[in-house]
DNA sequence: CTCAAAATAT
DNA sequence: CATATTTTGA
């Protein structure tokens, strides 16, 4: 746990991708400990456990970032001072969505959430903090309290999570290189997940490239921004 | 066109 | 809640 991002440099090409220009600094989120009250206790005493992110501040960080993928417009560098909101982005209705649909973000149908590495950090560790026996969807998505993260992003997420531990668990190594890696310890946690996210561009290249690469890419739903 | 992530259905 | 299938996006 004592990882830095280092964007030391970032490519010279065109394609800059800016996973967390303005708010690395830390992969660790919020100090996921002891502090962890019950979201039910929280709630049973009125008391607001954090101050509530309102996604549309959040996401105007989302779309700082993005637009510098998005689109080449190039007048956005400038998010690398401000901005260091190192929460977890969730896809939200902006103000527009969240006035629709009557009155229930709720039911508002978000586009579609993008588990950013932060996301999935903050996962894995409820998920160990619950212990596999434990951890239910329902749980997961209680003590992660992500705002906008609904049970079903989560039991989806869990489901390939656990896809994931199991080929990892079945068959460590083998493959083309016999390499005897961990011969019989099969840590819960060695690296972060694979991917997810792949530059692909145009051709395709391998899919996860296996070691911790920060190149994360924070691509963003869809254009709902009125533009295809 | 492929493949994998997320959504949705069973 | 778990698993299977479909959709969606790079």
Same mark, same amino acid.
């Given at each position: 746990?004592?990882?830095?991002?280092?964007?030391?440099d970032?490519?010279?090409?065109?394609?800059?991708?800016?996973?967390?220009?303005?708010?690395?600094?830390?992969?660790?989120?919020?100090?996921?400990?002891?502090?962890?009250?019950?979201?039910?206790?929280?709630?049973?005493?009125?008391?607001?456990?954090?101050?509530?992110?309102?996604?549309?501040?959040?996401?105007?960080?989302?779309?700082?970032?993005?637009?510098?993928?998005?689109?080449?417009?190039?007048?956005?560098?400038k998010?690398?001072?401000?901005?260091?909101?190192?929460?977890?982005?969730?896809?939200?209705?902006?103000?527009?969505?969240?006035?629709?649909?009557?009155?229930?973000?709720r039911?508002?149908k978000?586009?579609?959430?993008?588990?950013?590495?932060?996301?999935?950090?903050?996962?894995v560790?409820?998920?160990k903090?619950?212990?596999v026996?434990?951890?239910?969807p329902?749980?997961?998505?209680q003590?992660?309290?992500?705002?906008?993260?609904?049970?079903?992003?989560?039991?989806?997420?869990?489901?390939?999570?656990?896809?994931?531990l199991?080929?990892m668990q079945? !068959?460590?190594?083998?493959?083309?290189?016999?390499?005897? !890696?961990?011969?019989?310890?099969?840590?819960?946690?060695?690296?972060?997940?694979?991917?997810?996210?792949?530059?692909?561009?145009?051709?395709?290249?391998?899919?996860?490239?296996?070691?911790?690469?920060?190149?994360?890419?924070?691509?963003?739903?869809?254009?709902?921004?009125?533009?295809?």
């Open positions: 746990m004592g990882e830095e991002v280092r964007m030391s970032y490519d010279g090409d065109d394609r800059v991708y800016e996973w967390e220009v303005g708010l690395p600094s830390a992969d660790d989120l919020t100090p996921l400990s002891q502090p962890l009250i019950s979201p039910e206790m929280a709630s049973a005493f009125s008391i607001s456990p954090e101050p509530r992110r309102s996604a549309t501040d959040v996401n105007r960080a989302s779309q700082n970032t993005l637009s510098a993928i998005s689109s080449s417009n190039n007048f956005n560098f998010s690398l001072n401000d901005e260091r909101s190192q929460e977890e982005f969730v896809e939200e209705g902006d103000e527009a969505d969240l006035a629709r649909e009557g009155s229930d973000p039911k508002a978000r586009p579609r959430l993008v588990w950013t590495p932060q996301l999935h950090k903050r996962f560790e409820v998920v903090h619950l212990g026996g434990n951890a239910v329902k749980t997961i998505m003590l992660m309290n992500v705002e906008g993260l609904t049970r079903e992003n989560v039991a989806s997420h869990l489901q390939k999570y656990r896809l994931y199991k080929r079945g !068959l460590s190594d083998d493959g083309p290189s016999s390499d005897k !890696l961990f011969t019989s310890a099969p840590p819960p946690q060695m690296m972060h997940m694979p991917v997810i996210g792949m530059a692909h561009g145009n051709g395709h290249m391998g899919p996860y490239h296996g070691f911790e690469s920060h190149r994360y890419n924070m691509v963003q739903h869809r254009d709902w921004s009125g533009n295809k």
